[in-house]
């Protein structure tokens, strides 16, 4: 049965990055179908018609979308193996909570700094280092936000290392020097094989984002 | 049993609403706390410091915070009524559906009734669009959570509920009864249901409120 998991992705997006290492945390073989964004496939429009975005999931030929439905899904279908959350339903709503919280306050102010100029690119680079020092706080001394083992929440944020280097280039600024924790915890999730394995060169996503901005005008 | 459950929220607020509905089902016992948006108390910013908002549930002294956290929360620790369903691909659409609700369909309802005048148009084409998405995924269906009110059916109270108290107190028309047919039986079967008609605060009471709030951004209708 060897495509009963197809996902349909696209290499540079960070939602598409925490499917990847969600399936490569429970071992799961898939196929790997990557999608050009400005000529979408069929498969993709009749799998996800509402959004037409990626990441799909497609399991025994059933649309699974929106990345941390499809986190959850691959957690739930899956549960033998590296659990993603933890079974008490108190810490189980912790770690949702923070999954949402990333979702809220990370993509549109992180989005910026490379799209934008000035003042607006300004705005968003303090929001940026706001959001990440909150999230440093929550980590506090664990080794990860799921505490002693990777988690859901982990997984929600750690795509977004793949594209620190373009933020700090274009935001012209170290997100080491203003959250040290939260490096040496992307640090320690990249030693993961399934993080790893997972996750872009962060050059090769700073070489896309300059192709993308030139090609869509945005210089 | 010495448990406490205790829900902050405010009257009106679709947010809290689906937890008082959701909290019904299970037969859960709570205290409820209105809160002041405009002056907010002390347990309110020590219980969610973060985003300071409502709805905050907390279950023996311990927050749990965002709604659809919450929903998933307390269909966890109680038992008995059934909120997601068990198998996981079902579960997965419910989650879906939910977030395209939350996402999709209430801010546009809300910018169509009272955003800034030249967003209006746009949001009711939005609010237009978004519907009959929910007509469709309908299908034959009593309620979206099948023959029972699940998670979807809790969170679109802000179609079953608000939609109707929105248009009403702006005087927009935003449900076509003709081609929205399945979507207003749902409506019905939705505000007939006792453990949800419980919850709603009361209607003329919100138009008012609402009128009252955002009259200013309506005063040549």
Redesign the interface.
């Known amino acids: 049965m060897a495509h009963e998991v197809v996902l349909l992705d696209f290499w540079p997006s960070m939602f598409g990055m925490r499917v990847r290492v969600a399936l490569a945390e429970k071992g799961i073989k898939y196929e790997y179908k990557e999608e050009d964004l400005r000529n979408k496939s069929p498969l993709l429009l009749k799998m996800n018609p ?1 959004h037409k975005k990626i990441p799909v999931l497609i ?1 025994n030929g ?1 649309p ?3 990345s941390l ?2 986190v ?2 691959i957690d ?2 899956w549960k033998d193996k590296n659990p993603f959350l933890p079974s008490d ?2 810490h ?2 912790h770690s ?2 923070w999954a ?2 990333i979702e809220q306050k990370v993509y549109d102010t992180a989005r910026k700094i490379w799209a934008t100029k000035g003042e607006e690119q300004e705005v968003a680079k303090k929001e940026f280092i706001e959001t990440f020092k ?1 999230l440093e706080g929550e980590l506090g001394e664990k080794p990860f936000f799921g505490g002693e083992t990777f988690g859901f929440v982990d997984i929600a944020l750690i795509t977004f290392y793949s594209w620190f280097y373009t933020y700090e280039t274009f935001g012209n600024f170290s997100i080491e020097a203003e959250c040290p924790k939260i490096i040496a915890w992307a640090k320690r999730c990249m030693q993961k094989e399934s993080v790893a394995n997972s996750l872009p060169d962060q050059k090769k996503i700073y070489e896309f984002t300059v192709w993308m901005k030139k090609y869509f005008g945005m210089d | 049993m010495g448990e406490e459950v205790v829900l902050f929220g405010t009257r009106g607020s679709p947010y809290t609403c689906r937890i008082e509905i959701a909290l019904k089902l299970k037969g859960v016992q709570y205290k409820y706390i209105d809160e002041d948006l405009a002056n907010k108390s002390p347990s309110l910013l020590k219980y969610n410091p ?1 985003h300071k908002k409502v709805p905050v549930l907390v ?1 023996n002294g ?1 927050p ?3 709604s ?3 929903l ?2 307390i269909d ?2 109680w038992q008995g009524y059934p909120i997601l369903p068990e198998d ?2 079902e ?2 659409t419910a ?2 559906w939910a ?2 609700i939350d996402e999709k369909c209430f801010p546009a309802i809300f910018k169509s009734c009272w955003g800034e005048e030249k967003e209006r148009e746009k949001a009711v084409e939005e609010v237009s669009v978004v519907l009959k ?1 929910l007509e469709d995924e309908l299908k034959e269906k009593k309620f979206f959570g099948g023959e029972n009110v699940g998670l979807v059916d809790i969170v679109a109270v802000v179609i079953g509920f608000s939609l109707g108290v929105y248009e009403e107190a702006a005087r927009v028309e935003l449900l076509n009864k003709e081609k929205l047919p399945r979507l207003c039986n749902w409506i019905d079967d939705f505000l007939s249901n006792s453990f949800i008609k419980e919850s709603l605060p009361p209607r003329d009471k919100l138009i008012a409120y609402l009128r009252n709030r955002f009259r200013s951004g309506n005063a040549s209708k």
């Open positions: 509402i399991h059933k699974v979308c929106e439905v499809i959850q899904y739930e279908v339903p108190y189980k709503a949702r909570f949402d919280f909150i | 973060v279950h311990k749990v915070l965002e659809l956290v919450i998933e929360y966890e620790t996981p691909y579960r997965a989650r879906f977030k395209f998405i």
